[in-house]
């Protein structure tokens, strides 16, 4: 009987390891896409692409080789050559062809400049041809940031103790906001797609005190701005035990500096490529809703015209206003106005008209929405009503406190908010692979 | 203006640090859930549940603190007491109780007994009253382990030079088996729930060369089985650059080693609570497709009644020939039927009967369906034209490769069911915190 036993040493080398590994006068084996070719008459140089980065490797005149003559843009190759010390090169170095096995071909050369620093198309036309438009070396690198982030943020939860969750996205009709929910037919019975994981995480809160969840998250808003999305991944956490929701704030601002230095620590490369400004998250000031609102339209001598929301615009002067005063790149505007906030959260017991709870702005943008939930079953029961909402569908939900729930509170980060101001973008989609908006379904 | 800037030190100690802690004799506070109460007459002994375990605290009569008296089950408290040494406790210790106070309480008695040691439900009522089951030790300790399983997974794709990706689960309808999918209205357009990132996670190789995503897949497939969920997690990698379908088996082996080790190291306590059996991933054997049916057949003097397939029984006999004979607990059966594979299968050279790909068997049930994929545009216009499909629907999936892409392949492995064969169920369900199926889309 034959058996795997798992990985073997391979002698392909990866561009890491060529780095690290004294590799300046050896022979090595390296593959990668053909991503662009010069070609200078007596030398041409082949750019190789592979996910560590670009290679440097050169086929010179008279060459024996044949198959070397027969390498072309948009190929996978696996090349064998003797690596030289080349200052003007990605990585300092270049490999002199002296091998070549060609892997695969493509059909068409590429419909798209892949190989130009900026993509020379539109963010419409990069949609379009997503796939292909990735290729491009800062494109792809947005979402290494992505990916730095999102496993920065479930190392962190786990290093506290948050227990992973897996909550399903299809469901019986809720009692949560419907109006903003894809419905579909379940085996002939109405469903709709989850909005978020909220009730499912606070009722796990009732099981593992802590848990977190990253998953997709669907709404049926007819937004079209340059700040949603209809599909988009959610970041959420929730925790028992609180004293308050600052409790909340707390282990964001550590989550955001654990992340800040995985991506110094893993993800320099696409740091350095994207000239990334890492925020500064040492220190995040909080502000009340009814002064952030006070204190910019004292600054930027606006009218307050609606006194229970923050317009986007309002966001961004808070943003500004941080940014000036005291640097800060973050602020977490707390105590929003109960009239705005899901009947879940906690109202303020010093005044209703208020809740303990907090949005997160980034460089002027809400990335986050959290706060302390009401864990008391009559309390609960009690807002509902006064929200004019029915329990049907929620007796799920409500049984957990009935039997019994902790003090607690939680949020949802949206992942891709939260990646497009990191990287300094400014649409949305630019931080999403495949994009779903009101008019686009695909790719 | 105040600023956050991030954890501090708490006052209450987990039980985790009181087990690391020098703590005999101490005076601490801890927190929880109130899971039971003995009261002896003389003394009480109250057992909290935490996250990480259960911990006996003591009420002895004649206490002076009248709060004390007030302790029920269900409540949320933080209580102070001196720890001593206790051998009949969990974890060797007790707290002898001073104070307390009581963070919440429950409106009604638990329903279910979740203090006994096994559930005294059937899967029915556990599924019933799921977030309320949950909160007895051995129910949560599962998806501790699925929690191990899921980070192992992707703690070793990064190690392995992957990269995350999110791709979404709306799309355009497309070509790929439309018979099991859940349909929608997507702003008054057709739109579909992915039944797996294939196609998403074939165009991403072109990108990042190895990518892995994990997250929900959505099957509209009318069975009623023990091993079928209609919403899954699915633990889904594809890398390029392969020599043979075989490097993916042997990812995969190197994977599950990884998780065996993870388990061993960081939930030893739930290994040891659920009395987990960790399964031989050292060499993992493989056989081809018709070699194991005509094992078995012969073994078990059974006939082969479907030659394109592997019925359920013969799976599981294939388990049982594969532990009798090698002590294995997983086996690769490659070579699958082309007329049963996909069309991006890719055809072995030697036999176009058969494809280049497996799946991988654990203790008789099938968690993985894997292989390598067509990559050669034309070969891949063939095959879709001999299967009588229709490429409307897969442009964008189709020009990756029109433009160039390396040879590559994969894999999908269902969470729940990898879960299930560890812990030693044999209901998927209880292996879902939520599970969906043909009749349940609740809670």
């Not at 809703?289 to 929301?309: C, G, M, T, V, W």
């Not at 990335?367 to 807002?383: A, F, M, S």
């Not at 006064?386 to 409500?398: H, P, S, T, V």
């Amino acid at each position: 009987m034959e058996f795997v036993t798992g990985l073997e040493d391979r002698k392909v080398k990866t561009l890491e390891e060529l780095e690290r590994e004294e590799s300046v006068g050896t022979e090595v084996t390296v593959e990668g896409m053909v991503h662009s070719i010069r070609d200078m008459g007596e030398i041409s140089f082949v750019i190789l692409r592979s996910r560590d980065g670009l290679l440097q490797t050169v086929i010179q005149a008279g060459s024996e080789k044949e198959v070397l003559s027969e390498i072309r843009e948009g190929q996978a190759v696996r090349v064998t050559g003797t690596v030289f010390k080349e200052e003007r090169a990605p990585h300092g170095i270049e490999i002199h062809l002296a091998n070549a096995r060609i892997l695969s071909k493509p059909e068409e050369p590429m419909p798209i400049a892949i190989d130009k620093w900026k993509l020379p198309t539109s963010l419409e036309a990069n949609l379009n041809r997503r796939a292909i438009a990735l290729r491009n070396v800062r494109e792809r690198a947005k979402f290494r940031i992505q990916e730095g982030i999102c496993r920065g943020f479930r190392e962190f939860m786990t290093s506290q103790g948050f227990t992973e969750i897996h909550t399903p996205k299809i469901g019986a009709k809720s009692a949560e906001g419907g109006a903003n929910l894809f419905k579909l037919q379940y085996f002939h019975r109405p469903a709709v797609l989850a909005q978020s994981p909220q009730f499912y995480k606070q009722m796990m809160v009732g099981v593992f005190d802590r848990v977190f969840e990253t998953g997709p998250v669907f709404r049926a808003e007819k937004h079209n701005t340059k700040r949603h999305l209809n599909e988009y991944t959610s970041l959420d956490f929730e925790m028992g035990f609180i004293d308050s929701f600052m409790d909340i704030c707390k282990m964001e601002t550590a989550m955001l500096q654990y992340v800040v230095e995985l991506l110094k620590k893993d993800y320099a490369k696409e740091v350095t490529l994207l000239k990334i400004e890492l925020p500064n998250v040492e220190k995040i000031p909080f502000v009340r809703f009814d002064e952030a609102k006070r204190l910019i339209a004292e600054k930027y001598d606006r009218q307050i015209r609606s006194p229970h929301d923050l317009e986007p615009e309002e966001e961004a002067l808070i943003g500004e206003y941080f940014k000036s005063e005291y640097g800060a790149d973050f602020v977490f505007v707390t105590h929003y106005p109960s009239k705005k906030r899901p009947f879940y959260a906690m109202d303020d017991p010093e005044n209703k008209e208020f809740t303990l709870s907090f949005d997160l702005l980034f460089r002027g943008l809400e990335i986050t929405t959290g706060g302390q939930r009401i864990h008391d079953y009559e309390t609960l029961l009690k807002k509902i009503a006064e929200k004019g909402m029915d329990i049907e569908g929620m007796e799920d939900y409500l049984d957990c406190f009935k039997y019994g729930m902790p003090p607690h509170g939680g949020l949802g980060i949206g992942l891709e908010r939260l990646t497009m101001k990191m990287i300094g973008e400014d649409n949305v989609r630019e931080a999403c692979l495949f994009p779903r908006d009101m008019t686009r379904l695909k790719p």
